[in-house]
């Protein structure tokens, strides 16, 4: 298992935590990155069944997403099982146990204009709690321009309306119900918008409650994001098709109940 790099020490935990999303620098070994840049051009050779193109026809890049596919992607789950990605996550959760939750790839080739718009991910998922971390791992120099941005301490707050990414479209909630997203172009809230330029072996570390968004990306910008849960997280079947869905889980796994289920080892 790989050494916990020298960046997660007490200012990481203590930026986690107010701000909800930090900078872990070098969270991946340069072998980590090459092995896991291989999972990545295997998975885009061969999709899994829910993968995704998240950007329009006419758009002159493309944006390809997939999940849930560390159990078939044999690089994927090295990485999330055998790097120090767990044990940061223990860290940062301050949680006796992780579990795998899921990941995530999505890729922006370059001159990809379909911008990531801001949202929290916890409305989108199937599960309930606090002990929660989504690492942001790219195996492309990312300029800060392109980068991850986050508005600091967004997390702390509760949910705000989930809308559909394409079409701004509230099919989850009615109108009204929720209170909608802050207006990012007022100075408040501009000035509190973080982000870090990264280079491959770097990454970000957010909660999934956490306020984020991204531009488009004039270079091929590849990145695979690992999420891990804790102790406090349980399952929260919705009234909605979740992303990603966990098809059939609803049927083995209650309400309510921990998240102790072969798709979300301890690790």
């Known amino acids: 298992m790989s050494p916990l790099p020298l960046a997660v020490n007490q200012s990481a935990f203590d930026e986690f935590s107010t701000l909800g999303a930090c900078v872990i620098r070098g969270a991946l070994t340069a072998d980590e990155i090459a092995l896991l840049e291989r999972g990545i051009e295997a998975n885009l050779a061969t999709p899994g069944p829910l993968a995704a193109v998240a950007s329009r026809a006419d758009d002159p890049g493309r944006f390809f997403e997939d999940f849930c596919n560390w159990q078939r992607i044999p690089e994927y789950e090295a990485i999330m099982k055998h790097s120090a990605l767990p044990r940061i996550a223990v860290l940062l959760m301050q949680s006796n146990t992780v579990r795998i939750y899921h990941d995530h790839l999505l890729v922006k080739e370059p001159r990809t204009q379909q911008p990531t718009p801001w ?66 172009s007022k100075p408040e ?79």
């Open 189 to 267: 809230n501009a000035s509190r918008v973080i982000g870090w330029a990264l280079e491959p072996g770097d990454c970000v570390a957010f909660h999934m409650l956490t306020l984020h968004a991204s531009a488009g990306s004039i270079a091929r910008r590849r990145v695979f994001s690992a999420r891990y849960i804790g102790d406090d997280i349980v399952h929260a079947p919705r009234a909605w098709k979740t992303s990603p869905e966990f098809a059939g889980l609803r049927d083995e796994l209650a309400s309510g109940a921990v998240m102790e289920h072969p798709l979300f080892p301890v690790v």
């Open 119 to 184: 949202h929290q991910d916890q409305p989108y998922y199937n599960i309930d709690g606090q002990q929660n971390v989504s690492f942001w791992i790219p195996v492309d120099p990312v300029p800060r321009e392109s980068t991850l941005e986050f508005l600091s301490g967004s997390h702390l707050g509760g949910w705000l309306m989930p809308r559909t990414f394409m079409s701004s479209q509230a099919k989850w909630f009615p109108e009204g119900s929720l209170e909608e997203l802050p207006d990012m």
